[in-house]
Each structure stands twice: as C-alpha cells, then as structure tokens.
C-alpha cells in the first residue's frame, strides 16, 4: 500500500515536471515570403531566390548572410520582439529539433512564396504556403510524439500564428505575363481566387489548433525599385499598388469574418499600406533620404535581382527605405512594424506569468503517450 502510494507520488511528480517543463511556453509559427524568410531558402540548393551573399545581413549578428532578405531584421523579428517572443529558427535550420521547437516554434517562410501553389515557380524551389502548412502537420507530429496529444493541443492553441504571404502571388505571378495566371484571370477573379484560397488555408490552420493569428497585409509593392524601372517616368507602378489596396480590403474582410465564425478564433489583420505609402511620398519627414532606389546596387545594371558583393552599398543604410530591388530595410522594417503593431493592438507576453506552474493533475493521464 505504501509502495503504491508513493510511485504514484513519484509517478505524479515525474508527470509534473514534464507538464511543466514543456507545458506553457508560448512561440510563434511563421508563414511567409522572402519577408519573413530566416535561412530556409538558403538551405534549398536549388532555389533562384536566396539571400546567402554579402552583404545580406550586414547590419544583424556578426554581419554574415543569415537567410534574412535584408540587411538587418524583418518586421516579423520586431514585432515578435515586442511582443516579448523567441525568435524561431527557420524550419530547415539542423538544430531546430524538438526541444528547440517546444522553446522557440519555427519559421516556415520561404522566398518567392506566395499564397497559391503556382506563385513564384520560377525560382525553382520555394516552399508556398500549402507546403508551409504542410510542413507544419511534421511538426505537430513530432511534438505530438514528445510530450503527448493533450499537452502538444495545448501548446498549438496557446501558440502565436503569423501568416504574410500575397506580394509574390501578384509580383511573381499575376503580373507576369509567364505565368497563366495572368493571361486566365482578371484583377477581380484573380483577387476572389487568391481569397478563397487563403480562406482555405486560414481555415485548415485554425483546424491544425492555430488560434491566435495574424495575418499581414501588402505595403505598396508598385513602388519597390524592380517594379519603378519598369514605368519609363520611374515612379511607382499604380495598377500594382491599387492591387495591393484591394487585397488588404478583402484581406481585413476575411480575417474578421473567420475571427466571428471559427470557434475561439482570435485572427487579426493589420498593414502599413498607408504609411510606407507617405514615407516614399515623403522620406525626408521619416528620416529617411532616399526612397526611390535600393541601398545595395550593382551599378546602373538594374535591375540586379539581388544584392551581390561586387554591389555598392549606399552611405548610411538606415537612411534608405529599400535595401535591394524588393526588400526594404532595417530601418524601414521598424517603421513598417511599429505601424502594424498599432493596426493589430496586440499586448506584450509576460512568458514569466504564463510559465507559472499549475497544479498536477488529479489523475494522471495513462492514455497520453510520452
Ligand atoms: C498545392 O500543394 C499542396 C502540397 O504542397 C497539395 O497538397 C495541393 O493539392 C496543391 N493544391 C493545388 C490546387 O494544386
Ligand atoms: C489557365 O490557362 C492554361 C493555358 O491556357 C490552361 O491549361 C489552364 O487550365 C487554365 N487554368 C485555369 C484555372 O483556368
Ligand atoms: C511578468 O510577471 C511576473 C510575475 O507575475 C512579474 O514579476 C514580472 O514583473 C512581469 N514582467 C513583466 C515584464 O511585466
């Protein structure tokens, strides 16, 4: 009797400290493009889209390549920093292992990704965001396999969702006369096409336990410098950029409507359409001193896809709104976050609060596996 009173003391004990150990750390799954990317491309050898030369994270950690398609931080890296978030490996880095998952969450984007499977094939390899999701099923899997269905269905649930995809489908498909797409759809059809799938994937997500999302909107991707050298006056492309308004529309629309009708779905949507849109009317207002053309260039050869080391950097990076022919910079990622951050009214986690330890259970779960 007293044997059995106290393996079952120690049995509790044992579960306790692996409920608590893993149980209530909050991180963040990410889904996005080159945005939002930390290194997967970098590890598909044969993707066109990577950001692995100099000088692509110059200004973050030790100023080596990291993935990032910038010279420092994405706006997904402020704004989880904010939020007071680890920041998550990308999904193909070697350590991102179970614990690694259970402690900091991953990262799935991937340059030249977009919302449909199509987007983006020119670069050869790219996860899109069905893939992502994909991806992201292993994951669960793997958790699940860890610590057991019942705890690994509270630590989806608990986890923070951010979903930022949509430049690539009209950049790098739509608007490109190489793909189907283009010649198959009209701006309207096309929209509703791009919204039912992402009305879809939103929703498969919410059934894979995602609660807590965000998802991005598009800044005003006319006037990225690849998109200016295509208009002879080199101004902004205003067909690209009214696409970009429409999609945040019906964006912002969607993201309320699954939020009212997925049980305990809390989705919320924010862009920075209309300030990134006033800084490149007026840079100088932001401190910025250029807003028209890429920091990191190669020459008058434009458009150079990517930043090379034989480009020249720009004087002073934090005054420059793009770093190269798609990406904005650091300093712009910061605005663009700030704005967001406003627009999505989020709080700050206390992990300290959250990780506080909660009673044993009263009868030890058997049926969970370990
Ligand atoms: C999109 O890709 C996913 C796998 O990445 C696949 O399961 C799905 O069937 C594809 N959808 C379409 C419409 O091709
Ligand atoms: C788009 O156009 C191509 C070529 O004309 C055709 O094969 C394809 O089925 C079309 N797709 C859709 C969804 O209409
Ligand atoms: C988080 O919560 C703990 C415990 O309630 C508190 O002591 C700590 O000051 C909080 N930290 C922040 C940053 O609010």
Not at 290 to 317: E, Q, V, Y
Request: include cysteine.
């Amino acid at each position: 009797m007293k044997l059995t009173v106290l393996s079952l003391v120690i049995y509790t004990t044992i579960i306790a400290i692996l409920i608590n150990g893993y149980n209530c750390k909050i991180v963040q799954f990410i889904f996005g493009d080159s945005l939002s990317d930390v290194g997967n491309n970098n590890k598909l050898s044969k993707s066109l889209a990577r950001a692995s030369l100099p000088w692509y994270g110059i200004d973050f950690g030790n100023g080596m390549p990291n993935g990032r398609f910038t010279n420092g931080r994405t706006v997904a890296d402020i704004i989880g920093d904010k939020m007071g978030l680890p920041r998550p490996p990308a999904f193909l880095d070697p350590s991102a292992n179970e614990e690694v998952i259970l402690e900091n969450g991953v990262n799935y984007a991937s340059g030249g990704g977009g919302i449909l499977n199509e987007t983006g094939s020119y670069f050869v390899q790219r996860f899109c965001l069905y893939k992502q999701i994909e991806l992201f099923q292993g994951t669960q899997y793997l958790i699940r396999a860890k610590i057991g269905n019942k705890e690994a269905g509270k630590f989806f649930q608990e986890a923070r969702y951010v979903v930022a995809l949509g430049s690539n489908d009209f950049i790098n498909n739509y608007l490109m006369p190489v793909y189907s797409d283009s010649w198959n759809y009209s701006d309207e059809t096309f929209l509703k096409y791009l919204m039912q799938t992402l009305r879809e994937q939103l929703t498969l997500l919410h059934s894979l336990g995602a609660r807590k999302l965000m998802v991005f909107g598009l800044g005003p991707m006319g006037c990225i410098p690849l998109q200016r050298v295509l208009s002879s006056s080199g101004g902004c492309q205003e067909k690209t950029n009214k696409l970009a308004q429409m999609f945040n529309t019906q964006t912002s629309k969607l993201v309320i409507e699954l939020s009212t009708s997925l049980p305990n779905a809390e989705y919320k949507f924010g862009d920075a359409y209309d300030v990134v849109n006033d800084v490149i009317t007026n840079p100088n207002d932001y401190g910025f001193s250029n807003s028209d053309s890429p920091c990191c260039s190669f020459g008058k050869i434009r458009p150079a896809l990517t930043c090379i080391p034989a480009s020249t950097l720009c004087k002073d990076r934090s005054k420059y709104v793009f770093w190269d022919e798609y990406h904005p910079s650091d300093a712009a990622n910061e605005l663009i976050a700030n704005e967001m951050i406003k627009k999505l009214g989020f709080k700050t986690i206390n992990q300290t609060d959250n990780a506080a330890p909660f009673p044993a259970p009263a009868v030890a779960p058997l049926s969970e596996g370990n």
